[in-house]
């Protein structure tokens, strides 16, 4: 079994960000603060920090698209990513990449979408065609 991650990042408010993480994605809260708040994603801590915004920067070419660099997210399944997929779109949540695949026929095929949270983080949802091809050259 993996075990899971942390990752702390910063956020504008938290008012946003938990509408953001648990009315629009389905996260459980975990532990906060009037500073900071931890979620569940899909079992992994995330850990949102009121702080100061930087610039997105889109350096990333992946598939012959640009991806803004940092991003953060998660490997879902099939049915998870649908789901997930869904609850954006029902929220009127704009895609940075809207979901689609990529490598179709090699090594490493996927389904990606982006999105922003509200304090602007990228965020990369995929789901693998084959699970084991996640760490495959």
Not at 34 to 52: E, K, M, P, R
Not at 60 to 76: A, R, T
Not at 82 to 108: C, N, S
Request: charge should be negative; aromatic fraction near 14%; hydrophobic fraction near 40%.
């Amino acid at each position: 079994m993996t075990q899971p991650f942390h990752f702390a990042f910063k956020v504008k408010d938290l008012m946003t960000t938990r509408q953001f993480y648990m009315d629009v994605m389905g996260c459980q809260e975990g532990r906060s603060t009037d500073t900071w708040v931890d979620f569940d994603l899909y079992g992994n801590q995330l850990s949102a920090h009121i702080g100061t915004m930087g610039a997105l920067d889109y350096c990333g070419l992946v598939d012959g698209i640009k991806v803004p660099i940092p991003h953060y997210g998660c490997v879902l399944s099939a049915a998870q990513f649908a789901e997930l997929h869904g609850r954006f779109e029902a929220a009127g949540i704009e895609f940075l990449v809207k979901p689609q695949e990529r490598y179709v026929g090699q090594t490493g095929q996927q389904k990606t979408m982006f999105v922003l949270d509200y304090s602007g983080n990228p965020l990369e949802f995929k789901s693998m065609a084959n699970d084991e091809e996640l760490f495959t050259q």
